[in-house]
């Protein structure tokens, strides 16, 4: 399997529930990324994490919390939402230290979040 | 801060017809530019990136883009669009941080080519 999978693609949770987004990478990239994509908005960057280290959280509200137990891995657990945070959720990975790519993204096919 | 911006958000063209997508950068001393294509219900792809060299950069799928220091612009063509090119295109400029990649997207431009 290669470049980078999201699970679940599709997700529908009421307003007290406690769910998780999931990213896997397989291109042996050192950073990973949340972005936000909703209607109508430009995309907006929630968090990075650059050799498992947590480097910029965008004043993304609490009841996002990532998770970043290894390079590969990027979690995103979500708790207690709101209906405005139905959203796609994309992930990225990106090989940082290399002059090679430039800053070249490379993302997951996201995973669409309806909050009830 | 980088900022991009797309001036068109929606364009319309033809199959067959040439098309360009256009993106403007806030100047910086070096940039990092990318066009990014997202399908219905799909992540983005990248289309092309200009690093440094040649100013013109050819893509997959038929397009290419041109960087314009003197005017901070990186307009994508095509010469002759399909149906399947129909999507949302995104601009992008990249901040090399020390830890991490900034990429900073402009709104989109959303392209319906019409049969």
């Known amino acids: 399997e290669t470049g980078v999978t999201q699970t679940p693609r599709h997700l529908v949770m009421g307003m007290t529930n406690k769910k998780s987004l999931k990213c896997e990478q397989h291109?042996?990239?050192?950073?990973m990324y949340w972005y936000k994509q909703s209607a109508k908005k430009p995309l907006e960057l929630m968090f990075v994490y650059s050799l498992e280290e947590r480097v910029e959280n965008n004043s993304v509200p609490s009841r996002f919390s990532p998770e970043c137990p290894n390079s590969s891995h990027l979690f995103l657990h979500l708790h207690t939402l709101q209906p405005e945070d139905s959203a796609l959720y994309l992930c990225?990975?990106?090989?940082?230290?290399?002059?090679f790519g430039g800053g070249e993204l490379f993302f997951g096919e996201g995973s669409r979040l309806t909050v009830l | 801060a980088q900022s991009v911006t797309q001036l068109d958000s929606q364009v319309p063209v033809f199959e067959e017809a040439p098309v360009e997508l256009r993106c403007n950068y806030s100047?910086?001393?070096?940039?990092?530019l990318f066009w990014y294509v997202q399908y219905p219900n799909q992540g983005l792809q990248l289309l092309l990136k200009y690093l440094s060299g040649s100013t013109l950069v050819k893509g997959i799928n038929g397009f290419e883009a041109e960087f314009n220091k003197s005017q901070t612009s990186f307009h994508l063509r095509k010469p002759s669009v399909h149906i399947s090119d129909t999507a949302e295109y995104f601009c992008a400029v990249s901040d090399r941080m020390a830890s991490y990649d900034k990429v900073i997207f402009g709104p989109g431009t959303s392209l319906s080519v019409i049969p």
């Open positions: 291109l042996g990239h050192n950073a």
């Open positions: 100047s910086s001393v070096s940039v990092y």
């Open positions: 990225a990975s990106s090989a940082i230290g290399t002059t």
